[in-house]
């Protein structure tokens, strides 16, 4: 897998394809129809949460630097 931090490869989440995450807009997921499948799974509670979250769970996530890879919005 590729070290670009700002565009890391990685694979699907759904099909395992391996692709850039930035380089489409449902990043990580190759394409909508995975990321739609997921997010159905998510919806009849195939994927939980593991556990409860934590005050300590996002410690440290207020301090990463901000950047348009991070800020768009899902339909930019």
Do not use: Y
Not at 14 to 19: D, R, S
Not at 20 to 27: L, S, V
Not at 33 to 47: A, M, P, S, V
């Amino acid at each position: 897998m590729s070290t670009d931090r700002n565009n890391p490869l990685v694979k699907c989440p759904q099909c395992k394809q391996a692709g850039h995450w930035f380089a489409q807009k449902w990043g990580p997921f190759c394409s909508e129809r995975c990321r739609l499948i997921d997010l159905g799974k998510w919806f009849n509670e195939e994927h939980t949460v593991s556990r409860e979250l934590r005050p300590g769970d996002f410690e440290g996530f207020d301090e990463l630097p901000p950047g348009p890879h991070l800020d768009r919005t899902a339909g930019s």
